[in-house]
T-cell receptor, first 113, second 113 residues
Framework: DVKVTQSSRYLVKRTGEKVFLECVQD?????MFWYRQDPGLGLRLIYF???????EKGDIPEGYSVSREKKERFSLILESASTNQTSMYLC????????????FGPGTRLTVT | GNSVTQMEGPVTLSEEAFLTINCTYT??????LFWYVQYPGEGLQLLLK?????DKGSNKGFEATYRKETTSFHLEKGSVQVSDSAVYFC????????????FGRGTSLIVHP
């Protein structure tokens, strides 16, 4: 079974802190994704990566950056956390082209105070 | 562009009732269609999928049929259980080359004993 793990289930940070959310997948998937999930807004794509060191902006990249130094690891960085970034963050991965289903991690619930 | 529309929730049912959650889509090309389920406090997990017209996906008693003529992929279950209480997401991935899925907003299902 594919396994996607995220570094924390719950995280509390202060406004202005730099925050790192880590995601690791164990199925050698090319594609990895970061979403945020908010009530009434569904899933919104922040960034995705289709290869090591490659990244593309999603629908809401402002205030975020990402890093993919190794194929199995995709990190989301909040350079200076703000209260409007309080949310559930979900990481996902998928295989090569032609394999479109996504595998999700358990999520990180981030609270910025 | 691609879009997915699901019925708004919450859907509230008694145990053993019949479930339908409607999903319609617009897409270019020949998309693959998915239903994901999110149990409380967890990430999304793939429930079922269909990759071409008239295919029926099924899993855990849930079914959905890919209807190209009505651009629909409605989720059904003959007899729901309390443990089916979750949020259900309809999604598509276009075979036109993009591996980035488009998700619906999600439909919350609450099943009472």
């Amino acid at each position: 079974d594919v396994k996607v793990t995220q570094s924390s289930r719950y995280l509390v940070k202060r406004t202005g802190e730099k925050v790192f959310l880590e995601c690791v997948q164990d199925m050698d998937h090319e594609n990895m994704f970061w979403y945020r999930q908010d009530p009434g807004l569904g899933l919104r794509l922040i960034y995705f990566s289709y290869d090591v060191k490659m990244k593309e902006k999603g629908d809401i990249p402002e205030g975020y950056s990402v890093s993919r130094e190794k194929k199995e690891r995709f990190s989301l960085i909040l350079e200076s956390a703000s209260t409007n970034q309080t949310s559930m963050y979900l990481c996902a991965s998928s295989g090569g082209r032609g394999s479109y289903e996504q595998y999700f991690g358990p999520g990180t619930r981030l609270t910025v105070t | 562009g691609n879009s997915v529309t699901q019925m708004e929730g919450p859907v509230t049912l008694s145990e053993e009732a019949f479930l339908t959650i409607n999903c319609t889509y617009t897409a270019t090309g020949y998309p693959s269609l998915f239903w994901y389920v999110q149990y409380p406090g967890e990430g999304l997990q793939l429930l079922l999928k269909a990759t071409k017209a008239d295919d029926k996906g099924s899993n855990k008693g849930f079914e959905a049929t890919y209807r190209k003529e009505t651009t629909s992929f409605h989720l059904e279950k003959g007899s729901v259980q309390v443990s089916d209480s979750a949020v259900y997401f309809c999604a598509l991935s276009s075979s036109g080359g993009s591996y980035i899925p488009t998700f619906g907003r999600g439909t919350s299902l609450i099943v009472h004993p």
